[in-house]
T-cell receptor, first 112, second 113 residues
Framework: SQTIHQWPATLVQPVGSPLSLECTVE??????LYWYRQAAGRGLQLLFY??????ISSEVPQNLSASRPQDRQFILSSKKLLLSDSGFYLC???????????FGDGTRLSIL | TQLLEQSPQFLSIQEGENLTVYCNSS?????LQWYRQEPGEGPVLLVT?????EVKKLKRLTFQFGDARKDSSLHITAAQPGDTGLYLC?????????????FGKGTLLTVNP
């Protein structure tokens, strides 16, 4: 069966520090991968998605970037965090273009 | 502009009551999913509907996709405290190379014992 792992579960970082959140998927090949941010337990804002290694689509201009160095690995990064980057970050995978998305357990990021 | 409107935003009911939450759009969706999310966790898929007029049942939960595939509803019978959570609908507009889901803002349901 397929599983998705996201870490860390929580992270507290100072303003201006770098960020790296990692997401890996097991049990499937060539998944579509997604990074979302969720504010205050409400709707999900799509940040990035990837349909293959090295292919990244950015949805909103922001202080973040994404990379997909391997088929089942998706990384969310920032060189300098802002206070506004605080939130709940979710990674998801999708097996085919018409199927649902399956989510990791998320990372709670707090910027001080 | 919010493509997917969910209502109500908040719902607090007593155990045993029935409820319906709605997901509406002016866009046609090729498929629509419902998710439930508990605090501090990722959303968990409940159901996918793809055919206009489709009805799916998952124990006490009944999901319906509108005939025109622009709206959906989720009905819960005899709600239990374990049903508490954020219910999100998400739809895919068009098909083919559209890999993105549009999410509503969710209905936050609290079922009191």
């Amino acid at each position: 069966s397929q599983t998705i792992h996201q870490w860390p579960a929580t992270l507290v970082q100072p303003v201006g520090s770098p960020l790296s959140l990692e997401c890996t998927v097991e049990g499937t090949s060539n998944p579509n991968l997604y990074w979302y941010r969720q504010a205050a337990g409400r709707g999900l804002q799509l940040l990035f998605y990837s349909v293959g290694i090295g292919q990244i689509s950015s949805e909103v201009p922001q202080n973040l970037s994404a990379s997909r160095p391997q088929d089942r690995q998706f990384i969310l990064s920032s060189k300098k965090l802002l206070l506004s980057d605080s939130g709940f970050y979710l990674c998801a995978w999708q097996g085919d273009s018409l199927g649902p998305q399956h989510f990791g357990d998320g990372t709670r990021l707090s910027i001080l | 502009t919010q493509l997917l409107e969910q209502s109500p935003q908040f719902l607090s009911i007593q155990e045993g009551e029935n409820l319906t939450v709605y997901c509406n759009s002016s866009s046609v969706f090729s498929s629509l999913q419902w998710y439930r999310q508990e605090p501090g966790e990722g959303p968990v898929l409940l159901v996918t509907v793809v055919t206009g007029g489709e009805v799916k049942k998952l124990k006490r939960l009944t999901f319906q996709f509108g005939d025109a595939r622009k709206d959906s509803s989720l009905h819960i019978t005899a709600a239990q405290p374990g049903d508490t959570g954020l219910y999100l609908c998400a739809g895919r507009i068009g098909g083919g190379s559209n890999y993105k889901l549009t999410f509503g803002k969710g209905t936050l349901l609290t079922v009191n014992p």
